[in-house]
């Protein structure tokens, strides 16, 4: 493969990794919002792989006016006790923080992966064998996302945490959908570029591209 198709394909992974380590960090994988107009109180769930941040705003009547007081509070997520997670949860809490571990997983995928891309760029020979390791550690990035948004999915559609009933998709889910599809088109794109430029296509393997000897 060409010097060029590697660093196309550094770039793109290094983009899916950023969404990657974003989707494992933020909180907001599932977002509940709710409000009472009797207490006059907006609240806001937010649910990430490991936590849960929560944020209540009540309007206050005063003399001048409302005031606005704010609550923003952040605790693991599941917790074993508060949580249920020995109890009636217990399949809800296995099934979200496996989600969890996969995430984390494919982070390490793509960064062995962006390890192997400047490996193998310093010689010629190594750049016409390392884009079966690329192609293979992108695809297993793009699995273990596979597997968590559909996890996160299936606890969001059947309602197994009872708070999810009223949930919808976050900025998370929404960053981690972009990292699994795009690593699949990279996928897509090193094995076509790769066996490309085993056959001697000189786009993908360029000027010294690999010509069988002829028998005489």
């Not at 969404?19 to 609240?43: A, G, K, Q």
């Not at 597997?147 to 299936?154: A, H």
């Amino acid at each position: 493969m060409r010097k060029l198709s590697y660093v196309i394909t550094f770039f793109a992974v290094a983009a899916t990794l950023l969404f990657n380590v974003l989707s494992v960090y933020r909180p907001d994988w599932l977002v509940v919002n709710e409000s009472s107009d009797i207490l006059h109180t907006r609240y806001t769930a937010e649910y990430g792989l490991s936590q849960l941040c929560e944020l209540a705003l009540t309007d206050i009547p005063g003399g001048n006016g409302k005031v606005i007081y704010r609550s923003y509070e952040c605790r693991g997520f599941p917790k074993r006790t508060t949580d249920k997670c020995e109890g009636e949860n217990s399949s809800f809490c296995a099934a979200w923080i496996s989600a969890g571990y996969l995430d984390e997983v494919a982070i390490g995928f793509a960064a062995v992966s962006l390890v192997s891309i400047l490996f193998g760029v310093s010689t010629h020979s190594r750049r016409r064998r390392i884009w079966r390791a690329v192609a293979g550690l992108t695809l297993f990035q793009a699995v273990c996302q596979l597997i968590t948004f559909s996890i996160i999915t299936d606890t969001y559609r059947t309602s197994s945490y009872p708070a999810f009933e009223h949930a919808r998709p976050g900025i998370a889910y929404v960053l981690n959908t972009l990292s699994w599809v795009f690593g699949f088109i990279i996928t897509f794109g090193v094995v076509t570029t790769g066996i490309s430029a085993d056959r001697g296509r000189r786009w993908a393997a360029g000027n010294r591209a690999y010509q069988p000897i002829a028998d005489d």
